[in-house]
């Protein structure tokens, strides 16, 4: 009842702009005198096809936040935007405190590990991040954020299959002046911002932005010591911008990130189990399978100190030259390296499970350049190349002392894994759009891609224990170490695009287009068996997106609507599996039939009142998925297997946001706004188990804000999960092993209040 309800708001609210457009141009001119005064909707401009337009005019599925925006959906890190994009899935990582989990209509790769490419793109000023770990951006100097839907292999720095999230932070020459920020809340929650920027003269310009966020941590520890899920967390970015000569302009960023966490714990769904490693039948439940409602506590095997830190920097220079009137040159270059280390315990328990350590040591350096032709009319056209090379060299252990007896006798197991990863991509890319009669527009492009990969692995297993392996030798037989020498693939693939465009009128725009996309093969990076070692690679992902959409506004600009139908053909998804407690394949499994519906819009109501929304449709399904276990014939065959849901692709996601102005006496604001989302039943595992599926579940927040008379002083206080939803947001599988099935969950309620200074 409550998705009824929330889908007939939502919808109304989308659907009015859109009819207004046609029906409002009629009456433009004579309502033009009545609203000169009124206040309109500010206007967007997005990137999205590497030059600035208004986002009513780009033929592309892209949502867009500005600062104050991004403040009003409470959002400090980038997962904050979870519930206000269309068929976007943005959250934590599973147990990592620095990852991101990013799925767009139903493509996207949760597992953090190395040789898996992510499938959304991540990009900051233009920059491709390669990893999904050190991706959980907190949004201290954004300018603007801006999601696009569907596959991205024609314009954009690296290849992705279902989208790509672009962070703006704030240019010195534009962002002048600054801020400083204090937000305290509850667990612990303490907080500070800073901003400062301006020119140092007619050609230099500077910024400097910092941000400290620290809490306590939303998890309770049961037994002692400090909480779980907390954050302690230190960011630095400088700027220096350049404009020497009216044509060019170049841009310096340096940025640090530093972060300290204790453990990020779940929950376990299911019985944790105990095994005999000669029969591998159960012996003992170690841990009962979860029942009732969450107390948001947990219990680690791990000792005090065993947490995850990651520092993470880099350097870019954005360089621009105006050729002439017609042609623009633009060239970015950028170096990273991230480094964390990460104790996770996957089994969320006491016991020694699924206790691992993950550390890496990532170096990443990219180029690109960029030729843009406009003719000042009809004709613009984008040309470029890219460049990149990743050097991924990691460190893991496995700790399983509680996973199994032999002979009933306690069984110490250590796998411990070297390995290294170096990938090399090159792409030459174009992009033409051409407005052939004043009210269509073709735009065609074409990418070629070429990534490179050379992986090198060395697992090593020891066991310990005083029963016999099969009643014939010691455990200590079973330690050997299994080599995967260096190896060497490529993969190629050429993406083009297309799109026909249409202005019925200057508010009514309408378009389709056809893309594809395309996601690099790899190796598997869990090849601890010979078996794995035998066949380690895995082949590319490709998607092929068909979309239609009309965007729409009315004449006096108070009204503003979207809606997108889209199908996609996506073959050779990525699976990762469990064979058996040591072996992990990652199969080339199956094909996708996805499509869906999206609206968004927003509507100024009166002089003061801005209602928001969005509502998607998703119906995502397998309509191939080969894998071995789900022979009846297969040894360890799962009757419990299912491909019936494709994971972190709800039917339904929607959205309904607020916001009240009232004018003060003295000429200051005072502002009230709210939001609530809803989500449908969302499976967390590919092998749809039932313990890790969230119900569909309602998520609310409010929020007060008041701007001083010169907007010095901001006071903006909110709460968010404003009924403590007790809901699961990501899931960790590991079946094989002692029945491993962990939840993670979303922020209990919480409240903070902020007081900022602008200057």
Same mark, same amino acid.
């Given at each position: 009842?409550?998705?009824?309800?929330?889908?007939?708001?939502?919808?109304?609210?989308?659907?009015? =702009?859109?009819?207004?457009?046609?029906?409002?141009?009629?009456?433009?001119?004579?309502?033009?005198?009545?609203?000169?005064?009124?206040?309109?909707?500010?206007?967007?401009?997005?990137?999205?096809?590497?030059?600035?337009?208004?986002?009513?005019?780009?033929?592309?599925?892209?949502?867009?936040?500005?600062?104050?925006? +991004?403040?009003? @959906?409470?959002?400090?890190?980038?997962?904050?935007?979870?519930?206000?994009?269309?068929?976007?899935?943005?959250?934590?990582?599973?147990?990592?405190?620095?990852?991101?989990?990013?799925?767009?209509?139903?493509?996207?790769?949760?597992?953090?590990?190395?040789?898996?490419?992510?499938?959304?793109?991540?990009?900051?000023?233009?920059?491709?991040?390669?990893?999904? *770990?050190?991706?959980?951006?907190?949004?201290?100097?954004?300018?603007?954020?801006?999601?696009?839907?569907?596959?991205?292999?024609?314009?954009?720095?690296?290849?992705?299959?279902?989208?790509?999230?672009?962070?703006?932070?704030?240019?010195?020459?534009?962002?002048?002046?600054?801020?400083?920020?204090?937000?305290?809340?509850?667990?612990?929650?303490?907080?500070?911002?800073?901003?400062?920027?301006?020119?140092?003269? &007619?050609?230099? $310009?500077?910024?400097?932005?910092?941000?400290?966020?620290?809490?306590?941590?939303?998890?309770?520890?049961?037994?002692?010591? &400090?909480?779980? *899920?907390?954050?302690?967390?230190?960011?630095?970015?400088?700027?220096?911008?350049?404009?020497? %000569?009216?044509?060019?302009?170049?841009?310096?960023?340096?940025?640090?990130?530093?972060?300290? $966490?204790?453990?990020?714990?779940?929950?376990?769904?299911?019985?944790?189990?105990?095994?005999?490693?000669?029969?591998?039948?159960?012996?003992?439940?170690?841990?009962?399978?979860?029942?009732?409602?969450?107390?948001?506590?947990?219990?680690?095997?791990?000792?005090?100190?065993?947490?995850?830190?990651?520092?993470?920097?880099? %350097?870019?220079?954005?360089?621009?030259?105006?050729?002439?009137?017609?042609?623009?040159?633009?060239?970015?270059?950028?170096?990273?390296?991230?480094?964390?280390?990460?104790?996770?315990?996957?089994?969320?328990?006491?016991?020694?499970?699924?206790?691992?350590?993950?550390?890496?040591?990532?170096?990443?350096?990219?180029?690109?350049?960029?030729?843009?032709?406009?003719?000042?009319?009809?004709?613009?056209?984008?040309?470029?190349?890219?460049?990149?090379?990743?050097?991924?060299?990691?460190?893991?252990?496995?700790?399983?002392?509680?996973?199994?007896?032999?002979?009933?006798?306690?069984?110490?197991?250590?796998?411990?894994?070297?390995?290294?990863?170096?990938?090399?991509?090159?792409?030459?890319?174009?992009?033409?759009?051409?407005?052939?009669? =004043?009210?269509?527009?073709?735009?065609?492009?074409?990418?070629?891609?070429?990534?490179?990969?050379?992986?090198?692995?060395?697992?090593?297993?020891?066991?310990?224990?005083?029963?016999?392996?099969?009643?014939?030798?010691?455990?200590?037989?079973?330690?050997?170490?299994?080599?995967?020498?260096?190896?060497?693939?490529?993969?190629?693939?050429?993406?083009?695009? @297309?799109?026909?465009?249409?202005?019925?009128?200057?508010?009514?725009?309408?378009?389709?287009?056809?893309?594809?996309?395309?996601?690099?093969?790899?190796? *598997?990076?869990?090849?601890?068996?010979?078996?794995?070692? $035998?066949?380690?690679?895995?082949?590319?992902?490709?998607?092929?997106?068909?979309?239609?959409?009309?965007?729409?506004?009315?004449?006096?600009?108070?009204?503003?609507?979207?809606?997108?139908?889209?199908?996609?053909?996506?073959?050779?998804?990525?699976?990762?599996?469990?064979?058996?407690?040591?072996?992990? =394949?990652?199969?080339?499994?199956?094909?996708?039939?996805?499509?869906?519906?999206?609206?968004?819009?927003?509507?100024? +109501?009166?002089?003061?009142?801005?209602?928001?929304?969005?509502?998607?449709?998703?119906?995502?399904?397998?309509?191939?998925?080969? &894998?071995?276990?789900?022979? =009846?014939?297969?040894?360890?065959?799962?009757?419990?297997?299912?491909?019936?849901?494709?994971?972190?692709?709800?039917?339904?996601?929607?959205?309904?946001?607020?916001?009240?102005?009232?004018?003060?006496?003295?000429?200051?604001?005072?502002?009230?706004?709210?939001?609530?989302?809803?989500?449908?039943?969302?499976?967390?595992?590919?092998?749809?188990? $039932?313990?890790?599926?969230?119900?569909?579940?309602?998520?609310?927040?409010?929020?007060?804000?008041?701007?001083?008379?010169?907007?010095?002083?901001?006071?903006?206080?909110?709460?968010?999960?404003?009924?403590?939803?007790?809901?699961?947001?990501?899931?960790?599988?590991?079946?094989?092993?002692?029945?491993?099935?962990?939840?993670?969950?979303?922020?209990?309620?919480?409240?903070?209040?902020?007081?900022?200074?602008?200057?």
């Amino acid at each position: 009842m409550k998705r009824k309800y929330l889908s007939m708001a939502i919808g109304s609210v989308l659907l009015v =702009p859109a009819s207004l457009a046609w029906a409002q141009e009629g009456q433009a001119a004579a309502g033009a005198t009545a609203q000169a005064d009124a206040t309109t909707l500010d206007q967007v401009t997005v990137t999205a096809r590497r030059r600035a337009e208004s986002i009513q005019d780009v033929p592309v599925a892209v949502s867009a936040f500005g600062e104050e925006q +991004l403040k009003d @959906l409470q959002a400090s890190n980038v997962d904050g935007l979870q519930g206000a994009v269309p068929n976007l899935n943005i959250v934590q990582g599973r147990g990592s405190a620095n990852s991101v989990n990013v799925f767009i209509r139903g493509i996207g790769q949760p597992d953090a590990l190395q040789t898996f490419d992510p499938g959304v793109g991540m990009y900051v000023d233009d920059v491709y991040y390669s990893r999904i *770990n050190g991706a959980l951006f907190s949004l201290f100097d954004v300018q603007q954020v801006e999601v696009l839907r569907g596959p991205q292999g024609t314009l954009y720095g690296k290849n992705s299959t279902g989208g790509a999230i672009k962070l703006t932070t704030k240019n010195p020459f534009d962002d002048a002046g600054g801020s400083a920020e204090l937000t305290v809340g509850d667990y612990g929650r303490l907080e500070g911002r800073f901003y400062a920027g301006g020119q140092l003269n &007619d050609t230099v $310009a500077a910024s400097i932005a910092m941000a400290k966020i620290t809490n306590d941590g939303y998890v309770e520890n049961r037994a002692s010591g &400090d909480d779980f *899920n907390d954050d302690d967390t230190l960011a630095v970015r400088v700027k220096l911008a350049f404009r020497p %000569v009216e044509n060019f302009q170049a841009m310096l960023s340096v940025d640090h990130t530093k972060q300290d $966490a204790n453990l990020t714990m779940g929950r376990p769904m299911a019985p944790l189990i105990l095994s005999e490693l000669n029969t591998q039948l159960p012996v003992a439940v170690l841990v009962p399978g979860a029942t009732g409602k969450w107390d948001r506590s947990a219990e680690t095997s791990f000792e005090p100190g065993k947490g995850q830190s990651m520092k993470h920097s880099g %350097v870019s220079l954005s360089m621009d030259w105006d050729i002439n009137e017609a042609w623009t040159l633009k060239s970015i270059s950028a170096f990273r390296k991230l480094d964390t280390s990460s104790f996770i315990d996957i089994d969320a328990s006491e016991y020694e499970l699924g206790d691992v350590l993950v550390a890496l040591d990532q170096e990443q350096k990219s180029q690109e350049f960029q030729l843009h032709y406009d003719n000042g009319g009809n004709l613009h056209a984008t040309f470029g190349a890219y460049w990149m090379q990743e050097d991924v060299p990691s460190y893991q252990e496995a700790y399983g002392d509680d996973i199994y007896l032999i002979q009933g006798q306690p069984a110490g197991f250590l796998r411990t894994i070297e390995d290294d990863l170096t990938t090399t991509s090159k792409a030459v890319f174009a992009h033409v759009s051409w407005e052939f009669t =004043p009210t269509w527009t073709l735009a065609a492009g074409v990418r070629w891609t070429r990534d490179e990969k050379e992986y090198e692995r060395t697992t090593s297993t020891f066991w310990e224990s005083q029963g016999l392996f099969l009643g014939l030798f010691p455990a200590s037989m079973l330690n050997g170490t299994v080599d995967l020498p260096r190896t060497r693939a490529s993969w190629t693939a050429v993406t083009p695009s @297309l799109s026909l465009q249409k202005a019925f009128s200057d508010n009514l725009m309408g378009y389709v287009s056809a893309n594809r996309g395309f996601k690099s093969g790899g190796f *598997n990076g869990r090849a601890n068996s010979a078996a794995d070692v $035998a066949e380690p690679m895995f082949d590319p992902e490709f998607v092929w997106t068909y979309e239609a959409g009309l965007k729409a506004q009315s004449s006096d600009r108070r009204m503003r609507g979207s809606v997108t139908a889209f199908v996609s053909d996506y073959k050779d998804f990525q699976a990762r599996v469990a064979q058996d407690s040591s072996t992990f =394949p990652v199969l080339n499994a199956a094909e996708l039939d996805i499509k869906g519906l999206e609206l968004e819009g927003s509507a100024l +109501l009166g002089a003061s009142t801005v209602v928001s929304a969005q509502l998607s449709w998703l119906d995502a399904g397998y309509q191939r998925f080969d &894998d071995f276990r789900m022979d =009846p014939s297969y040894p360890l065959y799962d009757p419990t297997l299912s491909r019936d849901h494709v994971p972190f692709s709800p039917e339904f996601t929607g959205r309904l946001a607020v916001q009240h102005n009232f004018a003060l006496a003295n000429g200051g604001t005072l502002g009230i706004g709210g939001d609530v989302s809803y989500r449908s039943r969302t499976w967390l595992s590919v092998d749809n188990r $039932a313990v890790l599926s969230q119900e569909g579940y309602t998520v609310a927040g409010v929020y007060g804000v008041w701007d001083s008379p010169s907007y010095a002083w901001q006071v903006r206080a909110g709460v968010r999960n404003l009924t403590d939803e007790v809901y699961m947001i990501e899931g960790q599988e590991f079946s094989s092993v002692a029945n491993i099935q962990t939840a993670y969950y979303g922020l209990p309620r919480n409240w903070y209040v902020s007081v900022r200074y602008n200057f």
